[in-house]
T-cell receptor, first 110, second 115 residues
Framework: RKEVEQDPGPFNVPEGATVAFNCTYS??????FFWYRQDCRKEPKLLMS???SGNEDGRFTAQLNRASQYISLLIRDSKLSDSATYLC???????????FGGGTRVLVKP | DAGVTQSPTHLIKTRGQQVTLRCSPK?????VSWYQQALGQGPQFIFQ???????QRGNFPDRFSGHQFPNYSSELNVNALLLGDSALYLC??????????????FGPGTRLLVL
């Protein structure tokens, strides 16, 4: 079983709609979680960190559920520019190694 | 303020050859991590360098080795290349190595094709 698992998608989203997707993690020792965004043939870029209390950054909301070991990302009012692969990432408290999921592809269409 | 830079951007090698990839961290960063991203997959951690020493290593064979220089730049070496080594190799830099950690910033990557 992979340490971080994601639905690969693609999620086809009409422009202006809301989309949400999850990832699950198996290592309960993971302390920090992140969502990275990766555009085609580009490097991953940090979208947001994920906190147990939930956090929001503009149209993006992330949530961590430690009891069920999943992380969610919700995108409101989707824009064409939101089309990308969203990578769920975990990090153990010790050291700084990032463990990535396989990514969820989102396609926003007019 | 320069971000993470990597060279070369693209590389074509044949099976059995050796390759060296280079990374310069973001200004002010002292820790470099290397990741391999195969097509359609998420990045996989190879190893991390801090204070010129390998501090952590992922599940990669000894054919993958690295080095960090006093100026914090780093090299990734892969010997005896296999077709399966074809991937995007990403370098990420951060400051410090203790747990709470800084954000890792990724370079644009080196796309390696092994024929």
């Amino acid at each position: 079983r992979k340490e971080v698992e994601q639905d690969p998608g693609p999620f086809n989203v009409p422009e202006g709609a809301t989309v949400a997707f999850n990832c699950t993690y198996s290592n309960s020792a993971s302390q920090s979680f992140f969502w990275y965004r990766q555009d085609c043939r580009k490097e991953p870029k940090l979208l947001m960190s994920v906190y147990s209390s939930g956090n929001e950054d503009g149209r993006f909301t992330a949530q961590l559920n430690r009891a069920s070991q999943y992380i969610s990302l919700l995108i409101r009012d989707s824009k064409l520019s939101d089309s990308a692969t969203y990578l769920c990432v975990g990090r153990l408290a010790a050291g700084n190694k990032l463990t990535f999921g396989g990514g969820t592809r989102v396609l926003v269409k007019p | 303020d320069a971000g993470v830079t990597q060279s070369p951007t693209h590389l074509i090698k044949t099976r059995g050859q050796q390759v060296t990839l280079r990374c310069s961290p973001k200004s002010g960063h002292d820790t470099v991590s290397w990741y391999q991203q195969a097509l359609g997959q998420g990045p996989q951690f190879i190893f991390q360098y801090y204070e010129e020493e390998e501090r952590q290593r992922g599940n990669f064979p000894d054919r993958f080795s690295g080095h960090q220089f006093p100026n914090y730049s780093s090299e990734l070496n892969v010997n005896a290349l296999l077709l399966g080594d074809s991937a995007l190799y990403l370098c990420a830099s951060s400051f410090g190595i203790a747990g709470a950690g800084e954000t890792q910033y990724f370079g644009p990557g080196t796309r390696l094709l092994v024929l």
